[in-house]
């Protein structure tokens, strides 16, 4: 099983990733002009083998921050999510590089994966705040796959949460946990 993350929308919304700062280069040159060691690497040798550097593109990040966005999906097909959702509209949403969650435990035990996660949800509300005009609602909901089908759990009630996007910040501390019904108004 594996927990996916999800919104929907009274609108079609723009897929794909968001958030990443990267460069794009062909293998060749990355192999020639950053970083000439890599050929020695197995994994780069294996790829060789089967790849021409020339034919290849890659994607460089400065740092591992810069790796870390979101990545939206859909709108889903086949899914019977009226149980959770109101809107027609439900895309996933991935964190990349990150998670959903993050705490002051975090930041202190695992300060890299604490500033990638936090990226993680900025982006997150950042996609929201520029997609959604002013009196709009988005909904959010996460909830375990079991096999292909998804929303089978009722929602914890007791973990619904109501964000304005006018005010919310993001803090220190953000879980966006299991089954967990939070609305989004701008």
Known sequence: MTLFYYMASTKEL????????KTTMKLIDY????????????????????HSPEDLHIDIYETEEDSAGLYVTGPMQGQDSCRVFRFPFVYQVNP???????????????PDSYRKSRKCVSELFSYLYRMMEPGEEVELYSCW???????LEPRRKELDLMIDLTTFRVEDEFHWEERQYIAVRR
């Open 14 to 21: 723009p897929t794909g990733s968001f958030g990443q700062k």
């Open 31 to 50: 192999l020639t002009d950053i970083n000439p060691s890599a050929k020695e690497q197995l994994s780069m040798q294996a790829l060789l083998e089967k």
């Open 96 to 110: 990349e590089g990150g998670a959903f969650r993050i705490s002051l435990d975090m930041r202190e035990q695992y």
């Open 145 to 151: 796959a079991h096999g292909r089908d998804r929303f």
